[in-house]
């Protein structure tokens, strides 16, 4: 018993902490997810960035100025190096995009000096030009670092997804576990009522299922019939043949009524060698073919078995006979009955 509570409190534990686990789990997913998309616009803006820092020398080599594209530029810059909510950008803490980064700045403010110097001086603008081609060159630098970045983000989405369905599946596991479980001890306690219910040596419903069925005092809606039965002779079975030989009268008996009654009727051992029928959906002709179809089994059986030879005496009573009645009160007439037709019975073999 207390290793079975052990038990149980480990796979609580363990439920608990699987569940603790996916939660924790999910909440990192969905900041990979955020940071994924992140990393998106970083690339989109990085790529806008190049190219306007290009279109910026063009224009400057050809004589326009455009401050306005210029102020753009560091705008960008700064919001891939801290993050900007102007442009919806974040920060990304991975030190090879931001040394990167670092560089391209650099350059771009040189590329920036050297545009701002040929504004004033009217010098030669093949320095542009170069730094131009530095600062693309760097820009793919950069560009290529949060790419990868970006693929070690959806490769932890991946270890973080298979964690997930291991996580997923172990709980599962103890889900069918727990159900399986509950379906044993379900069967488990279902065997153990239905053998609380049975008379041990004949199989049948014992006294106490027989008391709970026949104290009910709900009026009768159907036509059904109880009916008594009493084995003849068996104390003399019993002072002539043994205990033993006795107790299979009482088997026999049982296992022809098993046979010879269908399935859905009540059948119980009611005392020693006393046994009740509740024969449902019936009526009288019924009741009497019964009892006829039981006789000729008796019959056969004596017949091909030694003596003692079966033999009982019965009475019925069926609630087609009142307009309200219960099962008490059937069970009384039956019995009432039973004990009439073994007193003819014993008249007729003059034992009294």
């Given at each position: ?49 190049r ?28 919001g891939l ?107 488990i ?46 104390k ?33 051992r ?68 039973m ?14």
């Amino acid at each position: 018993m207390e290793k079975e509570k052990k038990l149980k409190s480990c796979k609580v534990a363990i439920r608990n902490i699987l569940v603790v686990a996916l939660i924790l789990m999910a909440i990192v997913m969905f900041q990979k997810i955020n940071s994924l998309q992140g990393t998106a616009r970083i690339i989109n803006y990085a790529g806008v960035l190049r190219g306007a820092t290009q279109r910026l020398v063009k224009l400057e080599i050809n004589g326009q100025k455009n401050d306005e594209l210029l102020n753009r530029i560091d705008e960008v810059f700064y919001g891939l190096k801290h993050g900007s909510e102007k442009y919806n950008l974040i920060k990304i803490e991975y030190n090879d995009f931001q040394e990167s980064l670092k560089m391209w700045e650099n350059n771009w403010i040189k590329l920036k000096n050297q545009i701002q110097k040929t504004r004033k001086d009217e010098i030669d603008k093949s320095n542009i030009v170069e730094l131009s081609e530095e600062n693309f060159e760097i820009a793919d630098v950069t560009v290529n670092e949060i790419e990868v970045y970006t693929q070690h983000l959806v490769d932890q989405m991946h270890i973080i997804e298979f964690l997930i369905i291991l996580d997923g599946l172990g709980f599962i596991y103890l889900l069918i576990n727990e159900s399986m479980k509950r379906k044993q001890l379900s069967k488990i306690n279902s065997e153990l009522a239905k053998k609380a219910s049975l008379d041990l040596h004949t199989g049948l419903m014992n006294k106490g299922k027989c008391n709970e069925l026949f104290n009910n005092q709900k009026v009768i809606l159907e036509d059904l019939a109880v009916i008594m039965f009493d084995l003849n002779n068996l104390k003399k079975v019993n002072d002539m043949y043994g205990h033993i030989r006795g107790d299979k009268f009482i088997s026999d008996f049982s296992n022809i009524l098993k046979k010879t009654i269908s399935k859905g009727n009540f059948i119980g051992r009611y005392g020693g060698d006393e046994f009740v029928v509740v024969l449902y959906n019936s009526n009288e002709y019924q009741v009497k073919k019964l009892i006829e179809s039981l006789e000729d089994s008796i019959r056969y059986f004596n017949e091909i078995t030694e003596k003692p030879n079966l033999s009982f005496a019965y009475g019925y009573d069926g609630s087609w006979n009142y307009e309200e009645c219960n099962m008490k009160m059937l069970l009384d007439n039956a019995d009432s009955n039973m004990y009439l037709n073994k007193q003819n019975i014993k008249l007729k073999d003059n034992e009294i």
